[in-house]
């Protein structure tokens, strides 16, 4: 077993545990804290692959971002001892045999599958590489998503404080 | 680097991941754990894109890039949700999604 | 040809005031009613000239009155031939009826002018009055049977708004349902007349037919069903609607109730103009049963006769003055039928059509007299009791004498209008059907005696104590008496039979003496009954009534008809067939409707849960129905 597979098997296996413990623990913080690993794990398949500025923005965005909004509105809305009610066992069930029945249908799909992996030589991903085609105009430029998404952000921005504020009565 | 682990292993890892969510978002109840079982199911989706990328078209960007803008898009949802949640939080004084349940029948 | 082109006039002004009146009444106020009259005594003088152009000018065409289309347009156009049209007909008895209604219709707007001075929905009663002359024209002018059926429907409402006009009395109001509903029920038989005689005839036009040499008469004659050929049972079924509209026996029982309505409008209504349009309706028609189903012409001239003795026994025992005026009006109708049931087609041997005609047009004049005195009367003791009322001649000197002249007309008194009109139809019933003239000689004696049996009890008798002093109306009322009376006594010099004869064509009708000496007597001989039964106060009617008291107390109560009827809708109609066809209607039909409702209802609450709000559930079917369609689509398609 090579280190690549190692790993490879390590963070799937943090990946698919504490997916789970997210899902199902029932205290929210916790909950929280377990989706940062998985997060952390999955920006660790990034560097594995290669992907290294992917990756740092994954922890820098998720890990330092997203999760510490969440935990910040749940600090907001929750009180951290409280623990949640059990699932009622019915919908537990049928939500699992959903979510289990899906998944053994994709995966024996893609095991029938015959990926044929091509062998170009890999691209330099140096981030000068990266800056340039997100800023470029040309075929492979990528300006026009840039620019919508940084509208989006500015529009997102805008509604999160709209809808947030406190109406004054 | 992607010797011995070949791709179908990165998808099956994916698809685990989106179910887990999927189970997530079917039987939580509260907002928040709900908007994390999102983010789960988007970071399966962020896999798939970056294996299928590195391990089908090497030389092209495609899937690095849509995961850049996947996890962009997902920072702009997370911060309206969590916007909007607050906003329920305030109306209903709670933040169980059984209890905003007035758009009905 | 002239041009008769105003003619549309005297029928489009009484519509414009209607609806001028009837929309913007309240505007006018007092003044609604000069508007009403003014614009009815423009129509009355254009139907004058009419008549004056029609009859003198241009009707007259080598000795034949000639039928006029004045104005005419294709309504509704059903197959090549068969086309109802609006239009207007001038001939003889249309040309007739037009000066008879427009003449009534505006002595009572003048006379109501008076009469409904303080009266609530002034500018109602007369919008209704105007609405009425408008249909009743309609309903005279109409070029095709149609047309007037649809003018006589017209004719119906406006009856029954204006009985109904007191709505808040419930007298008032069951008295207009009930006319409304018998003269319905009739023209049910009416519109069934006109379906069978158009399929039979292939046509509505009057003119053609009730041209006697043209295809219409005899095409309708060859099937037959019981013994009679269709063109009879068609025309049998037009009689039914005319004899519910002229409240013939056995339809008659609204006629005495409707005198709950306002007496200007009995006057119009029921007694001059309405309840005439069921023998105009024969008139019109008249070639039609002359020569195809003289069976229909007897069933005509007997219910006629019955109706007339019927009615004339009964206006005997009554005390309500209108009611007696209504019984009698009846009976005279009664003389019309009778007059058209035993006349022959063409010539001398159409005396009767002749005379029928006749008696209607001084039957309006002295009978609308007669109810606008006794609208005077009422309108100065405040009751229709004539056992309430006594003596009043020094009282109301105008309506005293125009009331006695009106009574002397109606019992045939000579030289009066009525006396020319019955003896002709006497005359022909005598030499056509020895029963009927026999009770019609018998029944004018009885209407001698009726009338002055009023007479006497009203202007005579014994006194009794006034609330206040009765005194005598206005002259907006007086005077259409005055005018009526004139024409009562001189309508009798018009020579009828030189303008409406049943083929058009001018006779000479001459006074058989063996006929007229009798009739004079036998109504001489009844008013001196009344005379010393009424003239003073005595014991003899109450000594009368007791010793025939079986019959006269079946009398009283009009035969018990109503009761009958009562009895028959009520207790047998209503128990054994309205009632079990309601409950089929209430349980089956509705039952079969709310059960399909209430399953609606009950599937729907059990599957609103589909539609729950909560967003894991909608999540839940969403996940599973994809799974679900990947599932098949991935075993049951590929491969």
Known sequence: ?169 | MTEGTPLTYFLILGTIMFFIGIYGFLTRRNLITILMSVELILNSVNINFVAFNKYLYPDKLQGHFFTLFIIAVAAAEAAVAIAIIINIYRNFNSINVEDADEMKY | MSNFNYTLFIVLIPLAMFLLLGLQGHKFKKLSGILGTTGLGIAWILSLITAYQYFFVYGNVGGVFKPMLAYNSVWLQMTETLHIDMGILLDPISVMMLVVITTVSFMVHIYSNGYMKDEQGFARFFAFLSLFTFSMLGLVIATNIFQMYIFWELVGVSSYLLIGYYYQKPSAVSASKKAFIVTRFADLGFLIGILLLSFNTKTFDFISLTDIHGPAIACGAGASFLGLSVMTWSLIFVFMGGAGKSAMFPLHIWLPDAMEGPTPVSALIHAATMVVAGVYLVARLFPVYAISAPQGLEVVGYVGCFSSLFAAVIACTQYDIKRVLAYSTMSQIGYMMVGLGVSHYGGEEGLGFMASMFHLFTHAMFKALLFLGAGAIIHAVHTNEMTEMGGLRKYLPITHITFLIACLTIAGIPLLSAFFSKDEILTAAFHNNKLIFFVQLFVAGLTAFYMFRLYFRVFWNKEPHYHHTPHESPLTMTIPLMFLAVCSIFAGYIPFSQFVTSDSKPFESVMEMGIAIPSVVVGLFGILIAFVMYKKETTLPDRISTGFSFFYKWAFHKFYFDELYLFVTKKIIFRFISRPVAWFDRHIVDGTMNGISAVTNYVSFQIRGFQSGQLQQYAYVFVSGLVGLALVILYAFVK
């Not at chain 1, 943090?14 to 794990?41: P, Y």
């Not at chain 1, 921005?157 to 004054?168: D, N, T």
């Open chain 1, 1 to 169: 077993m090579s280190g690549n597979q190692f790993m490879f098997y390590l963070f799937g296996a943090v990946i698919v545990i504490f997916s789970i413990l997210a899902v199902t623990s029932r205290k929210i913080l916790r909950a929280a804290v377990f989706l940062l690993f998985v997060l952390i794990a999955t920006s660790g398949l990034y560097f594995m692959l290669n992907y290294q500025f992917l990756a740092a923005v994954q922890l820098t965005l998720y890990a330092g971002g997203i999760v510490v909004l969440i935990i910040f509105s749940i600090l907001l809305t929750s009180h951290i001892s409280e623990k949640f009610e059990p699932i009622k066992p019915q919908k537990s069930i049928f939500s699992a045999l959903a979510a289990i029945i899906g998944a053994v249908l994709c995966i024996i799909t893609l095991l029938d599958y015959n990926f044929k992996a091509g062998n170009a030589i890999a691209a330099d991903l140096d981030m000068t590489v990266i800056g340039k085609a997100l800023l470029s105009y040309k075929y492979d430029g990528y300006i026009l998503p840039f620019e919508v998404i940084s509208i989006l952000l500015l529009a997102a921005m805008i509604a999160s404080i709209v809808i947030a504020k406190k109406i004054k009565k």
